[in-house]
C-alpha cells in the first residue's frame, strides 16, 4: 500500500504539470478515453512507473456503510485527535475529538480518523492513518470470516462503490487477498523526507 500525497506536482499525460489530484477533473474534462479515472491510473502509471490494473472510488457515505457493515473496526490511536476545523459535508468545519488508545471505530469515526488533517503532521499523518484504517478494515473482514459473506455483502454495497473490476473478478481477488498474511503487506507514504 503506497499513499501519494493529493497536492504532488507531477507531469499528467496529454495535461502538463498539475497536483496529482487533478488527473480526474481534466481527463472527463478533455473527455479522455476512458474518463478521469483512466487519466489518473494512467498518470501514475508515467510517474511511478507501476501499472495499475484497476480503481475503486468510494464516497463518504459508502465508506461509513462498509465499516458498520462488518461491524466496525478496532484502531491503535497512538496520538489523541483533536481537529477544531474537521471539515463537515456542508462546506463548514466541526470539532472532532478521538481518544488515545485501542479504540474501536464505526464507519463515522473511522472516516473521521482518517480525514483529520488539521494536526500536528499534516496530510502526511493522515496518508498514515489511512493506511491504518485499511488495514484494519482488512483485519476485520478476515476475523468475521467475511468470505462466505461477501457475495450478499458485495451485492449490497455494490452500487457505493465506483470501479472498473467486474464483480466476478473483485471476488476472485477477495479470496487471494485473505490468504495474504498481514506481516507481508508493505506500506509506505510519500513524504515530506523524500
Known amino acids: 500500500l503506497i499513499t501519494i500525497p493529493r497536492d504532488l506536482y507531477v507531469p499528467i499525460p496529454d495535461v502538463g504539470e ?10 472527463n474534462l478533455y473527455k479522455f478515453p476512458g474518463g ?21 472510488v468510494v464516497d463518504f457515505s459508502g465508506f461509513r456503510k462498509a465499516v458498520d457493515a462488518i461491524g466496525g473496526i478496532d484502531v491503535d490511536v497512538a496520538k489523541a485527535i483533536d481537529d477544531p476545523n ?8 466541526k470539532r472532532i475529538t478521538i481518544p488515545a488508545g485501542h479504540i474501536h471505530m464505526n464507519g463515522e469515526m473511522a472516516l473521521q480518523y482518517a480525514r483529520a488533517r488539521h494536526l500536528d503532521n499534516g496530510d502526511f499523518g493522515r496518508a498514515k492513518r489511512q493506511i491504518q484504517v485499511l488495514l484494519a478494515i482488512r483485519d ?14 458485495m451485492q449490497s454495497l455494490w452500487g457505493i462503490v465506483e470501479t472498473d473490476i467486474s ?9 487471494i487477498a485473505s490468504r495474504v498474511k498481514t506481516e507481508s503487506i508493505k506500506s509506505a507514504s510519500i513524504d515530506e523526507t523524500m
Open 18 to 27: 498539475n497536483r496529482i489530484n487533478t488527473a480526474s477533473f481534466y481527463g
Open 36 to 56: 478521469g479515472y483512466a487519466l489518473a491510473k494512467k498518470t501514475v502509471e508515467y510517474n511511478f512507473g507501476r501499472r495499475i490494473h484497476y480503481y475503486a
Open 86 to 93: 474537521y471539515p463537515d459535508e456542508n462546506f463548514g468545519v
Open 140 to 153: 476485520r473482514a478476515l476475523r468475521i470470516d467475511i468470505l462466505p459473506k461477501l457475495p450478499g455483502l
Open 167 to 175: 464483480a466476478q473478478d473483485a471476488l476472485a481477488l477477495a479470496t
